[in-house]
Nanobody, 115 residues
Framework: EVQLQASGGGLVQTGGSLRLSCVAS????????ISWFRQAPGKEREGVSC????????YYADSVKGRFTISSDNAKNAMYLQMNSLKPEDTAVYYC????????WGQGTQVTVSS
């Protein structure tokens, strides 16, 4: 059974940084991708970034390009989202996700950016 464990959220001031972690388990191959989504109060969940476990290719939403960096440590089956220059509009619950036959979600981790 695929499981994702997210952590690393917190409260920071505008301009601050946080690093989110997502530890994955239960995969039977390296051919998968991990995505980060976020959901702010009253808004739909949106995709933020994605990384391929097999070739390391990445994707970023326009709203976070240049500020967020996604990376992976394959030896630890961990994926990270380094978030710099945080803005109040980045405040949301962040989820890691993968899609293998069906969607798997980690538990959310709250990121709050104060102005």
């Amino acid at each position: 059974e695929v499981q994702l464990q997210a952590s690393g959220g917190g409260l920071v001031q505008t301009g601050g940084s946080l690093r989110l972690s997502c530890v994955a388990s239960g995969f039977t191959s390296d051919d998968y991708a991990i995505s980060w989504f976020r959901q702010a109060p009253g808004k739909e969940r949106e995709g933020v970034s994605c990384i391929s476990r097999s070739d390391g290719s990445t994707y970023y939403a326009d709203s976070v390009k240049g500020r967020f960096t996604i990376s992976s440590d394959n030896a630890k089956n961990a994926m990270y989202l380094q978030m710099n220059s945080l803005k109040p509009e980045d405040t949301a619950v962040y989820y890691c996700n993968t899609l293998i036959n069906r969607a798997y979600w980690g538990q959310g981790t709250q990121v709050t950016v104060s102005s």
